[in-house]
Every structure is written in structure tokens, then in C-alpha cells.
């Protein structure tokens, strides 16, 4: 008895509820044959928001009629170019997808005619993340080109098999990683990096950008892993190869870093930049010679480059401050007088770098008894 009056209170409650819905229903139904869309749109989301009705795939159904009457609508005056909101077009695309995958979810019974039907306009989700991408706007675009990405994964596009078969889905997820990175977001910017980097024509800089996101995060490791990565790749790309060198000797780890120019020359052995790298490097590991030779190597294919008159410079300047000045007088005076000139060129070609020359050049001036030159350079020290 009970049970009994339990259940015809719920109808007591349902029924009611039940009218108005089918009342909405109709009036949405009206809408739409009168050309209302935006009205039976309205009105549907407003019975949306009620969770009782969440369930009903009716509801979804009729919503679905109406965003593909918008979107008809839309392209034809899109395809006559006539005056469109063009952003409404495609927030209605994604809408239409949405709307399709939660039918799918709660029947399946009418897949085959939705994807179809979705599948016919899934490149619009596409173009318009190219659309946001031009006007800069990186969220909306991230949002299109994932939506584009995730009918990877949704039931309702399983007949397509979009992995194998869509070749514009790694440049999709490119471009997820992209605008991830100019909004500043490391968890944006990795989430669709793996299929990203199926784009070959584009991995050396979704490479770049995934580095970058490892280094806001702070992620040392996988911040190496992924220079190494790109290096490996493409040693002549110009973002790995200055990196990875700054990582290895920002740690001391110089061994490292004399490795990787090595790895880079074998690639190139006339680049400046690798054989610049391998001359700090052997400064660094204190082989002061070798690190000459390299400088100098440089310094003969382009006299206008500063660092090597640097670097040699040091490194003479190191070799005779481990010279005995009593047994070794002239080899020490010989190492001065190279510093000497490698420095002052340095100086001639960098003197916005005081802080580098002034005090070698204080040093050289000191021990070669040049006073005048020695009284210029204390009196620059001590401005």
C-alpha cells in the first residue's frame, strides 16, 4: 500500500513537468518552422539548465535541428559572401559537435547518420582555429583546434578512424601546442605535444615550445631531455644547440658541454657559433692552447667577432700567470704581450664590456710596465 502511494505521488509530480516540457517542446517545434532559431536555441538551453532534463535525448535532438538550421543558414551566406557573423558560424560548429557526441553518449542508436553528418563539417572546426590563430587569439583558437583533435577519441567518429586516417591531425595538435605557448600555459602547451611532433615539418619547433614549457615548470630533467631531443633532431636549429651548451655550463659540467660542440662541428665544422662553443668550453676546462687555436681559427674567417679576441685573450693571460717569473721571464712576457693584443682588439670591438677588459687589460699593463696605459685603465676602474 505503501509502494502504492509512493508511486502515484511521483506521478502526481512528474506529470505536471512532464506537460511542460512537451509544452517547451512544441514552442521550440514553432520556432523553428518560423525561422526562429536563435529563439528555439533559447529555449532549449533554458530546459538544459534544469538538470531533470539533461537526460533526454529529445531535448538534444530538437537542439541539434536547430544548430544545423543556423549553420545551413550561416554557410550559404558565407558561400554568397554576404555579410556574416563569421565567429557565430563557427561557435555554432562547435556547438553542433557537442551537442552531437552527448546524443551519442546517452544512445547510439543514430551514429551512423550523425557522424556522417558531422564528419562533412568537422574541417570548420579546423578553420576556425586558423581563423582565432590570425586575430591572435589563443584560447579560442586552442579551443577549435582540440575539439578538431578530440573526434579522435569520441565513439561517435569510430568508423573513421581519424588517427590513421587524417593527416591534418598532427598539424591540429601543432598548433594547440603553439597557441598553448603565446598564452604563457605549460599544461595547455604539452597536452597534445606527442601528436604534435607526428608533424615533421613543424617538430623542430614543437620541440622549442615544449622546452619552454618544461622550463616554467621548472622540470630540469625533461627540460634537458627535450634540448637533447632537438638537438639530436636538428643540431643546426638555432634554439637546442645555445642551450643545451648554457645548461652544461651553468652546472660546471664543461666535459658536457666541450661534448655536445664536438657532436655540433661534426655536423658543421666551419660554424662560428660551434667553434666559438668549443673554445669557451676548452677555456673553461682550462685547455688554454687548444682554446687558442680554436680562437684564433675563428678570428682568420671574421676579424669582427669580439668574443674570440676575448677568449684567447684570457687564456694568455692564464698561461702566464702559471709561468714561474723568475726561470720563465720570456715565455711570460710573450703570453703578456698576446693578451695584449687579443684584449685591446676586444676592447676596440666591445667597449660597452668594461666590466670583461678592464681589469685583464689592468693586469697586462701592470706586468708590462706600460704606465700610461696603466694609469688610463686604474682610473676607468675606479669611476
Not at 530538437?62 to 543556423?70: A, F
Not at 560548429?93 to 564528419?119: G, M
Not at 623542430?204 to 630533467?221: G, K, N, Y
Amino acid at each position: 500500500m505503501k509502494q502504492l502511494i509512493t508511486i502515484l505521488l511521483l506521478l502526481l509530480m512528474t506529470t505536471p513537468c512532464l506537460m511542460a516540457q512537451r509544452k517547451e517542446l512544441s514552442q521550440a517545434r514553432t520556432y523553428i518552422k518560423s525561422g526562429k532559431y536563435d529563439d528555439a536555441e533559447n529555449l532549449l538551453n533554458t530546459l538544459l539548465n534544469d538538470s531533470a532534463n539533461r537526460q533526454n535525448r529529445r531535448v538534444y535532438l530538437l537542439l541539434y535541428d536547430v544548430l544545423r538550421h543556423k549553420y545551413d543558414q550561416g554557410n550559404e551566406k558565407l558561400y554568397l559572401k554576404q555579410r556574416y557573423d563569421t565567429t557565430a558560424f563557427f561557435a555554432n560548429t562547435r556547438k553542433i559537435f557537442a551537442t552531437l557526441e552527448t546524443i551519442d553518449s546517452l544512445s547510439p542508436d543514430d551514429r551512423t547518420k550523425h557522424a556522417a553528418q558531422a564528419h562533412l563539417i568537422r574541417p570548420n572546426l579546423f578553420n576556425g582555429g586558423t581563423f582565432y590563430l590570425h586575430k591572435s587569439k589563443w584560447k579560442e583558437a586552442f579551443r577549435y583546434f582540440e575539439t578538431y583533435i578530440d573526434c579522435m577519441r569520441q565513439p561517435l567518429f569510430m568508423a573513421y578512424d581519424y588517427d590513421s586516417t587524417d593527416v591534418r591531425l598532427p598539424e591540429a595538435a601543432y598548433w594547440t601546442v603553439f597557441a598553448g605557448y603565446m598564452m604563457h600555459d605549460p599544461v595547455l602547451t604539452l597536452r597534445h605535444r606527442r601528436l604534435a611532433l607526428r608533424d615533421s615539418a613543424r617538430a623542430d619547433f614543437t620541440l622549442m615550445f615544449v622546452a619552454e614549457a618544461r622550463r616554467w615548470l621548472s622540470d630540469d630533467s625533461l627540460y634537458l631531455q627535450t634540448l637533447q631531443e632537438g638537438f639530436r633532431r636538428n643540431p643546426l636549429f638555432s634554439y637546442f644547440f645555445p642551450r643545451l651548451m648554457d645548461f652544461y655550463t651553468g652546472r660546471g659540467q664543461h666535459e658536457k658541454a666541450l661534448a655536445v660542440a664536438d657532436s655540433a662541428l661534426m655536423v658543421d665544422d666551419s660554424n662560428l657559433l660551434f667553434l666559438f662553443a668549443k673554445s669557451s668550453a676548452l677555456l673553461r676546462l682550462e685547455r688554454y692552447q687548444e682554446c687558442i687555436d680554436y680562437s684564433t681559427r675563428i678570428i682568420a674567417v671574421n676579424d669582427t667577432m669580439a668574443e674570440p679576441y676575448f677568449n684567447a685573450g684570457t687564456a694568455y693571460l692564464s698561461l702566464a700567470a702559471g709561468l714561474d717569473g723568475k726561470k720563465e721571464r720570456k715565455l711570460m712576457k710573450a703570453a703578456y704581450h698576446n693578451a695584449l693584443f687579443f684584449m685591446e682588439r676586444y676592447r676596440a670591438l666591445a667597449p660597452e664590456q668594461k666590466q670583461k677588459w678592464a681589469p685583464a687589460l689592468y693586469r697586462i699593463y701592470l706586468n708590462l710596465n706600460m704606465g700610461k696605459q696603466f694609469d688610463e685603465i686604474d682610473h676607468l676602474l675606479k669611476k
